[in-house]
């Protein structure tokens, strides 16, 4: 069973379902310019992930968003959307993923960093999730990983 998909650049038409697959996944849906996102569609047309490069006030840019529809994952979408976007920026770039995903993004030359590391807002952002990380059950932490030289 041969599964297609394509990437294209998100249209003011997939506002709605690039806001609905963030929800669904929980990550933080503020700053979805949907100008940034590159969306992975199915043969019919239908949005089965999305992802951005996010710049911050303080000069970084975040892999971010990155999300695949349960039913795709597994297919080698999130990988073509990460190439893709990786294809497209030059220099540091920052993300934030739980620790289980660390792996995943070390295969595309990402490494943990320490908060001193950090640039403001991603140091600001891990001590807040420190603090919830505590109080989780499930053992997952929050990873501040780079790629590039800062």
Known sequence: MEFAFKLRPATVEDVGVIRVLIVQARINPTGLDWR????AEDGDGNVIGCGQVKPHRDGSHELASIVVEEAWRGQGVARAMIEHLLAGHTGTLYLMCRSSLGPLYE????SNIE???MP???????????????LRKDGETLL???????
Not at 120 to 134: E, I
Request: net charge positive; aromatic share 16%.
């Open 36 to 39: 940034r996102f590159v969306v």
């Open 107 to 110: 295969k595309f030359g990402f």
């Open 115 to 117: 908060a001193d590391e």
């Open 120 to 134: 403001k807002y991603f140091r600001r952002v891990s001590q807040l999730a420190g603090l919830a990380d505590m």
């Open 144 to 150: 501040v990983m780079q790629r590039g030289q800062a």
